[in-house]
């Protein structure tokens, strides 16, 4: 029987004094792609406040947003998070300004085969 991704968690090793990360568990992998993904939304968005601009960028559920619009407190990133069971748990807005926030999940994220 193979093995469930909740098998394959809590089983990572971060070592600082020898700047070091090991996983401890067969079958285990590292996804650097949420890295990748903050990083270069993180780098648009430094283009964008060079040139004076209060934007936000995605990139993927990676969201960063510069300084307040014009007369607003912030801006409003709204989320659809889900509840046990996949079902919605209702819309939340955040109120960000400066600011970074990742809302990626696995919820929209599968793969439907012969159906």
Known sequence: MED????RICFL?????QKSVRLE?????LDLGGITKGYA???AMDVLVSR?????VAAGGDIVVSESPPGENGWSITMVPLSTGGKSAGKQAVLLANAAVST???AQ???ESAG
Do not use: C, I
């Open 4 to 7: 469930s991704a909740a098998d």
């Open 109 to 111: 994220q599968f793969v």
């Open 41 to 43: 939304a993180d780098a």
């Open 25 to 29: 568990k067969s079958g285990m992998q």
């Open 104 to 106: 990626s999940g696995d």
């Open 52 to 56: 004076y601009l209060n934007r936000t």
């Open 13 to 17: 090793h971060l070592d600082e004094s």
